[in-house]
């Protein structure tokens, strides 16, 4: 199995690369794929904050950015770090263009209608960012779905899934040592799913993170009796609360945001509620 670490970099929500993505993956077998998804970069210090985590876990770019200050940077980061960053639009505009016998307009997210379908995956995108880890309880009422789990679920890049397609999404970490905000637990709104995976697969992701990070490959991180505890703990409060599980142990990102998906239709359905329309 190869694992490929795939960055996925866009002036806009990011669906049309994503998209785009997972048709060309289609086309390869044997490939474990960890997705890396950075909507709405729109300026050099994004692109900044982007590459630092691309230097951690290095692997291929994809980018739909046209801006060429923003573009030019990305591609000299990226260079610098030996790494292939990839245009996904550039042979369809090339053509067009010599075609059309005019250029492309520079316009980010120009694919997009500005209709309130749009407007709600920027903000639903906004909102999942700045409550990513645990961040601003006191806003997570507002949330259309919750993920809970420990350290190492996929709970951020299933977030950022979900909210590209509409869905204002918070995630909320689970540490035996720091039990979260009580606000997690009188939540009546937002649909709180909790996300598991098995302990060996976890110790597995946590040790090739630790090693992307360069730090030592073995701490109380990746201890076998410890990690077993943990995912004991969030399995606990899941089962005490009530709330729906999935368990990511062999799911992409894309089959997890579809099973939760499911979740939601079932318990609006049950409550009589209409099934919010993805964006």
Do not use: C
């Amino acid at each position: 199995m190869i694992r490929l670490q795939l960055h996925l970099v866009s002036d806009s929500t990011g669906e049309t690369l994503e998209n785009m993505a997972k048709a060309a993956l289609a086309r390869f077998e044997g490939v474990e794929t960890v997705k890396h998804y950075w909507p709405m970069v729109r300026t050099e210090g994004h692109i900044e904050r982007v590459m630092e985590d691309v230097a951690r876990q290095p692997g291929l770019i994809l980018h739909t950015l046209v801006n060429h200050n923003v573009r030019g940077l990305l591609e000299a980061r990226a260079h610098a770090l030996g790494l292939p960053a990839v245009s996904a639009l550039d042979p369809v505009i090339d053509a067009l263009s010599r075609l059309l016998g005019m250029e492309a307009a520079e316009r980010p997210g120009r694919q997009h209608a500005l209709d309130a379908a749009y407007f709600r995956r920027v903000e639903a995108i906004q909102y999942t960012i700045a409550h990513d880890d645990g961040l601003a309880p006191e806003d997570w009422p507002a949330a259309d779905i919750i993920l809970a789990g420990v350290s190492r679920t996929s709970k951020t890049p299933t977030s950022i899934y979900l909210a590209n397609r509409g869905y204002k999404v918070a995630n909320v970490p689970l540490v035996v040592e720091a039990p979260p905000s009580d606000t997690l637990f009188r939540l009546s709104g937002p649909v709180v799913v909790g996300l598991t995976t098995s302990p060996e697969r976890l110790i597995q992701v946590r040790r090739n993170r630790l090693l992307a990070l360069h730090q030592a490959p073995e701490t109380d991180y990746v201890d076998a009796e410890r990690v077993k505890a943990e995912v004991a703990y969030a399995r606990r409060i899941f089962a005490d609360m009530g709330w729906p599980v999935i368990d990511v142990t062999r799911r992409s990102i894309e089959e997890s945001a579809a099973a939760i998906l499911n979740i939601v239709a079932h318990l609006r359905e049950q409550q009589g509620e209409e099934e919010k329309p993805s964006a």
